[in-house]
């Protein structure tokens, strides 16, 4: 699935070279000066947002844009999350159809830079005013060997989401701090109310809390090892299991997402590790709607390093590097990320924004922002691997056959480690 640059994407790549490096803010892709007032063309935008909670506020704000910039047309459309990503690769590797600027899944930019998909935007229009208003997480999500591919658009994390009124009858009066807290918590609650203390998520992602709450990640790239199978990654393993065996409410593994999200909304378990994204769902269910209030929040549970950490997600926005259009690109991007327009977004959507100054008292009344917005501050970024996507399906086929008892820890990871391998040349496996 991770393959090399096509020669049709090298030869691009070369020819772009001189006009996807701007040095000032004021400058033209072709390096004269150009005020933005005097760019035209026209561009194709591709947005995974909901298309029918969020995309109305994005065609909002492309009528803003295209008020304010007369010479530049947008072309909107509204492309599904789960088939972006193959329908972006197919047309970038062809070059025809790709659009110019992108909304993408931050997880994928290394990929995207690898292969030459995407334009780097420093020194370009679409970073005009630096960096420094954009909160650490995202942005270190938009970068690859040193290069700035993508401009933060929308932001999210994992934390623990909590129902307050059964955490208060079984006499809970916090949400726990570290993984043996969340398993004793969880023991009370079903003991003290009957009701299920949590539902594990088996999917992959949801494991990477554990493995950063010990120090380690999938891989490391500064010594090029496989660390899914180290020592540390063994115990963080060993903790999810053991969550698994003694706190978790039994899961369905074919529809653990679906049967986790109803039980909670519903009030049949009391917390999950889980992300902004479920709020909205989350306060349909007969626990929390009508009682906002009801829905509390807190980072997730620390490892042994005491730090809880839990993966930076979201998306940035990208502009495709055979862009014929690149200034309008970079324009286009500067005002859909600009601290008014993620001000609009968030207001309007309640997803989080990516610049602090964009935390307004209008924007943090929402309860959904409040919540997560310390949380945010405990968020790192997925290693910086083109392949990094491919990854979690060996882990979760690993990770799968761990919770339900059919290989140890150990053996499990050394056998993902194994198929890390395959799609990590020049990595060597911990020992």
Not at 20 to 45: F, Q
């Amino acid at each position: 699935m991770r393959r090399g640059i096509s020669i049709a994407a090298a030869v691009c790549a070369l020819a772009l070279t001189a006009t996807a490096c701007g040095s000032d803010d004021d400058e033209g892709s072709n390096g004269k000066a150009k005020d933005a007032k005097d760019i035209s063309g026209s561009l194709t935008y591709w947005d995974t947002s909901d298309a029918t909670t969020e995309a109305p506020v994005y065609k909002k704000l492309i009528a803003d844009f295209e008020d304010k910039y007369p010479k530049i047309d947008v072309n909107y459309e509204n492309i599904e999350f789960a088939s972006i990503e193959q329908k972006f690769k197919s047309a970038a590797k062809t070059g025809k159809g790709a659009p110019d600027v992108m909304r993408a899944d931050v997880g994928l930019i290394p990929e995207y830079a690898s292969l030459h998909y995407i334009a780097p935007l420093d020194g370009t229009l679409a970073l005009k005013g630096g960096t420094e208003d954009f909160t650490e997480g995202p942005l270190n999500t938009t970068k690859y060997q040193g290069k700035t591919y993508g401009v933060p658009s929308v932001t999210d994390t994992l934390g623990i989401l909590y129902n307050k009124k059964l955490f208060k009858k079984a006499g809970v009066e916090k949400a726990p701090t570290t993984w043996d807290e969340f398993i004793e918590t969880s023991k009370t609650i079903k003991k003290k109310t009957g009701v299920e203390g949590t539902y594990l998520n088996p999917d992959s992602y949801f494991l990477l809390p554990f493995l950063y709450g010990e120090g380690t990640d999938l891989a490391d790239t500064r010594t090029k090892k496989i660390t899914i199978n180290s020592p540390e990654a063994v115990k963080a393993v060993t903790t999810a299991k053991k969550v698994y065996d003694q706190a978790s409410a039994k899961v369905d593994f074919a529809n653990a997402y679906d049967n986790m999200q109803t039980s909670f909304k519903n009030g049949e378990v009391a917390m999950l590790i889980q992300g902004p994204w479920s709020v909205t769902d989350d306060l349909s269910g007969k626990a929390f709607k009508g009682d906002e209030g009801n829905l509390g929040f807190a980072p997730v549970p620390a490892g042994s390093t005491g730090k809880p950490q839990a993966p930076t997600g979201g998306h940035d926005l990208t502009v495709y590097q055979g862009s014929k259009n690149l200034d309008a690109a970079y324009l286009f991007t500067q005002f859909m990320t600009s601290s008014k327009s993620q001000q609009k977004i968030a207001a309007e959507t309640a997803t989080l924004p990516t610049r602090e100054s964009a935390y307004t008292p209008e924007v943090t009344k929402d309860a959904r922002i409040k919540g997560f917005h310390p949380i945010m501050k405990s968020a790192r970024p997925r290693v910086a691997l083109p392949q990094v996507g491919s990854l979690f399906t060996p882990l979760v086929q690993q990770y799968t056959k761990i919770l339900q008892g059919d290989v140890s820890v150990k053996s499990g990871l050394d056998a993902a480690a194994k198929d890390f391998k395959k799609l990590l040349p020049g990595y060597t496996i911990s020992s």
